[in-house]
Nanobody
């Protein structure tokens, strides 16, 4: 079973930055990425990185968020800049096939609050 552990969430003012980290044991899906869910809203894919390094982003975060991966450390990052109140959510690291199709392996989530 794939293990994923997120860290780095917190509270920030609008316009600020946060970096999320996810350490994972392995992944065999097409990509690994970040998903988020705000109260009362559907879960949505935010950013993902394919096995060979290509990155994809949800439209609302393009130009503000950057996903990266340290293969030696089995760690996935999400650098979030220019945060908006609508970015507030619980962020999850998950294995996935694309941004619309996460797989079954999820981390426990980390809260991001933007005020």
């Amino acid at each position: 079973q794939v293990q994923l552990v997120e860290s780095g969430g917190g509270s920030v003012q609008a316009g600020g930055s946060l970096t999320l980290s996810c350490t994972y044991s392995e992944f065999s899906t097409s990509c690994i990425g970040w998903f988020r869910q705000a109260p009362g809203k559907e879960r949505e894919g935010v950013a993902a990185m394919y096995r060979k390094g290509a990155a994809i982003y949800e439209d609302s975060v393009k130009g503000r968020f950057t996903i990266s991966r340290d293969n030696a450390m089995n760690t996935l990052y999400l650098q979030m800049n220019s945060l908006k109140t609508e970015d507030a959510a619980v962020y999850y690291c998950a294995t996935a096939w694309n941004l619309l199709l996460p797989s079954r392996d999820w981390g426990q989530g980390t809260q991001v609050t933007v005020s």
